[in-house]
C-alpha cells in the first residue's frame, strides 16, 4: 500500500481509503459479520482510512464500523465520520446539534476521539452558518480532544471555495468528482494545494456506476451518463477486464488526491481493489 499525506494534518494516508457507507445497507442488504470481516481484511491489506457518517444507514454503518474497531489498536487507524446530516432531508449544522452528534458518533464507533470530524453535505445547509457557527463550534470541539481534524465534504466544487476563503478547514472530501466519467476535481486541486488543504476523493466507481452490477435505483446520475457507463462496462468485459479495475486505477493514480474512498461490504472485493490499486 501506498501512503500519501493528507494536507497539512502530518497523517499518512492510505492511497485506498475505506468508505463504510455499504455497512450501513446503502447499496444492499448486508450480512453485519460479512461487513466486519470486510473492515479487517482492509486493514490487513495496509488501508489505514476509514470514513463513515451517522446518516449512513441511519446510524447503522457507524455501529457497525464500532463493532468491527474495537477488536483493533487504535493505532492501527485513521477515523473519519461526519456530522450536520442525519436523514435523506434531515440537515442539521447547528452548534448545539453538531456537540451532541460527536459525542454520539465516540459512542457508536467506541472510541474516544474521531481524527478527522466533516460537515457533511453542506451544499443542502446555509454555508454562511456553516462557515460562522459549525466550523466554530468544531474548534470548541477539538480543544476538547475529541476531534483531531476538521473537513466539509460536499458534491458541487464550488462549496469548497466559498467556504474556505472564508474559515479554516483541513481537508475536504469531493465525491463522483475524480472518476472515469468525471474528473472535474483536478480543476480545484491547485487552489486546495496553496491552502493546504487535504484532499480526500471518494466514489472511484461513481457509487456503482462503473460496476459490473450497475447503479442502484436511487443513483442520481441523468440516463444518458448512466448509458454511458454501462457501454463502457460491456466494452471492458468484451476486452477481458473489469470496469471497476481501470476506475480504481484511474482514480487512485492521482498524486495530488491523499486517499481514494472505495465503498464495499465485501471482503473479496476490497482485496481485488487493493490487488487491482
Ligand atoms: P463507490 O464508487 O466506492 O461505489 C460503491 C459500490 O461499488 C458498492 O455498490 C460496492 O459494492 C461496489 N464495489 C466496490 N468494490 C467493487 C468491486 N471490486 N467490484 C464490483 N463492485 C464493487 O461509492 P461509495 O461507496 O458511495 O463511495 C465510497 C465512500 O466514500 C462511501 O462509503 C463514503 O464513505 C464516502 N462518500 C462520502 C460522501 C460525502 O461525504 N458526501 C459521498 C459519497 C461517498
Redesign the pocket.
Given at each position: 500500500m501506498e501512503y500519501r499525506e493528507l494536507g497539512k494534518t502530518g497523517l499518512k494516508v492510505s492511497a485506498l481509503g475505506f468508505?463504510?457507507?455499504?455497512l450501513g445497507s446503502v447499496?444492499r442488504e448486508i450480512d453485519e459479520s460479512e461487513g466486519i470481516r470486510t473492515v479487517h481484511t482492509a486493514i490487513d491489506l495496509g488501508i489505514n482510512f476509514m470514513?463513515?457518517?451517522p446518516y449512513y444507514g441511519i446510524t447503522k454503518a457507524e455501529t457497525v464500523l464500532g463493532k468491527a474497531l474495537k477488536d483493533l489498536s487504535r493505532d492501527d487507524y485513521i477515523l473519519a465520520t461526519?456530522v450536520g446530516r442525519y436523514d435523506e432531508d434531515g440537515f442539521d449544522f447547528s452548534a448545539e446539534r453538531v456537540i451532541k452528534s460527536v459525542d454520539e458518533s465516540l459512542g457508536r464507533l467506541q472510541v474516544d476521539h474521531i481524527d478527522v470530524i466533516q460537515c457533511?453535505?453542506i451544499e443542502f445547509g446555509s454555508l454562511d452558518r456553516v462557515v460562522e457557527e459549525t466550523l466554530p463550534a468544531l474548534e470548541r470541539i477539538r480543544e476538547q480532544g475529541k476531534v483531531r481534524y476538521i473537513g466539509i465534504?460536499?458534491l458541487p466544487l464550488k462549496i469548497f471555495s466559498y467556504v474556505l476563503d472564508r474559515a479554516e478547514a483541513d481537508t475536504i472530501?469531493s465525491?463522483c468528482r475524480y472518476s472515469l466519467n468525471d474528473s472535474s476535481l483536478k480543476t480545484l486541486i491547485p487552489y486546495l494545494q496553496e491552502k493546504g488543504v487535504g484532499v480526500i476523493s471518494?466514489?472511484?466507481?461513481?457509487?456503482?456506476l462503473l460496476?459490473?452490477?450497475g447503479a442502484p435505483d436511487w443513483h442520481p446520475a441523468p440516463q444518458d451518463v448512466q448509458d454511458a457507463c454501462d457501454k463502457a462496462t460491456a466494452l471492458c468485459r468484451r476486452q477481458g477486464t473489469d470496469i471497476?479495475k481501470l476506475a480504481l486505477q484511474f482514480s487512485v493514480s492521482n498524486q495530488d488526491i491523499a486517499t481514494t474512498?472505495?465503498?464495499?461490504a465485501?471482503p473479496e472485493?476490497i482485496k481485488?481493489?487493493a490487488a487491482w490499486i
Open positions: 468508505g463504510a457507507s455499504p447499496f470514513d463513515v457518517s461526519k457533511h453535505d465534504t460536499g472530501l465525491y471518494a466514489s472511484p466507481l461513481s457509487m456503482g460496476t459490473e452490477r471497476s474512498l472505495v465503498g464495499t465485501n472485493n481485488k481493489n
